[in-house]
């Protein structure tokens, strides 16, 4: 079977286990081809067991996979020359330069020595931000500089996709704004397929995103209609005095939810939107209470991953 070529990764019932642990249930899942994809979930929900699985570093116990159209299993063209990887822990050679391991890396990929392997080691330390510190050794690297190198090493061969294993848990945000613009940078050029469990960052960089759980895949979709379809709505609303009043004020209104109160500021968890929108600024003007601050809400990846957790662990009967 071959991919469509607008489908780089495809998994169809995915499944392997350890023994009696059942990392991976039957993953389906269709990646876009040049797109930027994050593989969203908590540890132990199965997000490096996928990865593994896809870079064949192991084998699944049922189901199939393609990535950029070659099976995972077989005796097909091993993928692993079409793609880039870099770990959750990446390892280096500590007493060689930065310069030194991208043309060892070249040299694996079978780069020509010299000019061509010479060419890209140059144009990719200087897109990671490298070149200042491209002779000097890599034990002496920062973590964000040899997060910015293990990346660069994964570019080496001009793969076709990008697979990385939660590539900026690990830095500090100024580390991690940097990776993320690298990495939103690839779009167009390659597809970038990364893990996280840190939402944001998935929130400010990709396309599409699956939620795993457990090894069970809760939801795919593009980032802004799984907003849409799983965030509650919330407003806002700040006052001069103690919120708590709000609590009674509008825990009777048919479209509020809940009321969650801190200090100054309530959150106010609605089920119907545009009725709350109608009715809930009356009702504050009519209780002449002092605002300060009136907003909604926009939806974040956070909002959306508590629903579908809470979702999948509520007992059975019982609404999440």
Same mark, same amino acid.
């Given at each position: 079977?071959?991919?469509?070529? #607008?489908?780089?990764?495809?998994?169809?019932?995915?499944?392997?286990?350890?023994?009696?642990?059942?990392?991976?249930?039957?993953?389906?899942?269709? +990646?876009? *081809?040049?797109?930027?994809?994050?593989?969203? &979930?908590? !540890?132990?929900?199965?997000? *490096?067991?996928?990865?593994?699985?896809?870079?064949?570093?192991?084998?699944?116990?049922?189901?199939?996979?393609? +990535?950029?159209?070659?099976?995972?299993?077989?005796? @097909?063209?091993?993928?692993? *020359?079409? $793609? =880039?990887?870099?770990?959750?822990?990446?390892?280096?050679?500590?007493?060689?330069?930065?310069?030194?391991?991208?043309?060892?890396?070249?040299?694996?990929?079978?780069?020509?020595?010299?000019?061509?392997?010479?060419?890209?080691?140059?144009?990719?330390?200087?897109?990671?931000?490298?070149?200042? /510190?491209?002779?000097?050794?890599?034990? &002496?690297?920062?973590? =964000?500089?040899? #997060?910015?190198? =293990?990346? /660069?090493?994964?570019?080496? !061969?001009?793969?076709?996709?990008? $697979?990385?294993?939660?590539?900026?848990?690990?830095?500090?945000?100024? =580390?991690?704004?940097?990776?993320?613009?690298?990495?939103?940078?690839?779009?167009?050029?390659?597809?970038?397929?990364?893990?996280?469990?840190?939402?944001?960052?998935?929130?400010?960089?990709?396309?599409?995103?699956?939620?795993?759980?457990? &090894?069970?895949?809760?939801?795919?979709?593009?980032?802004? @209609?799984?907003?849409?379809?799983?965030? #509650?709505? $919330?407003?806002?609303?700040?006052?001069?005095?103690?919120? !708590?009043?709000?609590?009674?004020?509008?825990?009777?209104?048919?479209?509020? #939810?809940?009321?969650?109160?801190?200090?100054?500021?309530?959150?106010?968890?609605?089920?119907?939107?545009?009725? @709350?929108?109608?009715?809930?600024?009356?009702?504050?003007? !009519?209780?002449?209470?002092?605002?300060?601050?009136?907003?909604?809400?926009?939806?974040?990846?956070?909002?959306?991953?508590?629903?579908? $957790?809470?979702?999948?662990?509520?007992?059975? &009967?019982?609404?999440?």
């Amino acid at each position: 079977m071959s991919l469509p070529e #607008q489908v780089a990764i495809r998994c169809d019932g995915l499944r392997k286990t350890y023994g009696r642990l059942e990392a991976l249930k039957g993953l389906d899942l269709t +990646v876009a *081809s040049h797109s930027i994809f994050g593989l969203l &979930g908590p !540890n132990g929900a199965g997000k *490096s067991t996928t990865i593994k699985l896809l870079t064949r570093q192991i084998a699944p116990t049922a189901g199939r996979a393609w +990535v950029v159209g070659v099976p995972i299993t077989g005796q @097909a063209v091993d993928v692993r *020359s079409r $793609i =880039g990887y870099l770990s959750e822990q990446p390892a280096f050679y500590p007493w060689m330069s930065g310069r030194e391991f991208l043309d060892f890396i070249g040299e694996l990929f079978g780069l020509r020595p010299g000019g061509v392997r010479r060419q890209r080691s140059d144009e990719l330390l200087e897109l990671v931000g490298l070149t200042g /510190a491209d002779r000097r050794k890599i034990g &002496g690297y920062s973590h =964000g500089m040899r #997060q910015r190198l =293990g990346i /660069a090493q994964a570019l080496i !061969n001009q793969p076709e996709v990008l $697979i990385l294993d939660e590539p900026i848990s690990a830095l500090d945000p100024i =580390g991690r704004k940097e990776i993320l613009e690298l990495l939103a940078g690839l779009k167009g050029q390659s597809t970038v397929f990364f893990s996280s469990h840190i939402l944001a960052d998935v929130d400010r960089i990709c396309d599409e995103i699956a939620v795993l759980q457990s &090894g069970v895949l809760l939801a795919q979709a593009p980032t802004q @209609a799984l907003k849409e379809r799983y965030a #509650q709505p $919330i407003i806002t609303i700040e006052l001069e005095t103690d919120a !708590n009043v709000l609590v009674s004020l509008l825990g009777r209104e048919s479209y509020v #939810q809940a009321v969650e109160v801190k200090g100054a500021e309530a959150r106010v968890l609605v089920t119907d939107l545009a009725l @709350a929108k109608r009715c809930l600024p009356e009702c504050l003007v !009519n209780a002449h209470l002092p605002l300060l601050r009136y907003e909604v809400a926009l939806p974040t990846l956070e909002d959306v991953f508590v629903r579908l $957790i809470d979702k999948e662990t509520a007992p059975s &009967g019982e609404p999440a």
